[in-house]
């Protein structure tokens, strides 16, 4: 899977130790689409790292591509 510009960006000016650990909880942050695919905060190109709540975001679904307010939650 390639890099998006953020999580290049965050792995060129970080350890690799530092960067790979914010791609392993970036993967346990989750949401769920209406089509009933779950995918990653990381799958999607997205960073989230020692992070706290489960916030409501606009995203795109990688699966059916729909685009909708999705709730963020860790496993």
């Known amino acids: 899977m390639q ?3 953020s999580q290049k960006l965050m792995k060129k000016i ?3 130790s530092y960067f790979t650990a914010a791609m ?3 993967e346990k942050w989750r949401f769920t689409c209406e089509c009933g695919k779950e ?7 997205g960073v ?3 992070a706290k ?3 409501v975001k606009f995203l795109k679904c ?5 685009k909708s307010m999705m709730k963020i939650y860790k496993v």
């Not at 995918?39 to 190109?45: A, D, P, R, T, V």
């Open 14 to 16: 970080s350890s690799e």
């Open 24 to 26: 392993e909880e970036s």
């Open 53 to 55: 709540g489960s916030p």
């Open 39 to 45: 995918s990653s905060i990381w799958e999607i190109g």
């Open 3 to 5: 890099l998006s510009s």
């Open 48 to 50: 989230r790292y020692k």
């Open 62 to 66: 990688p699966h059916c591509e729909k």
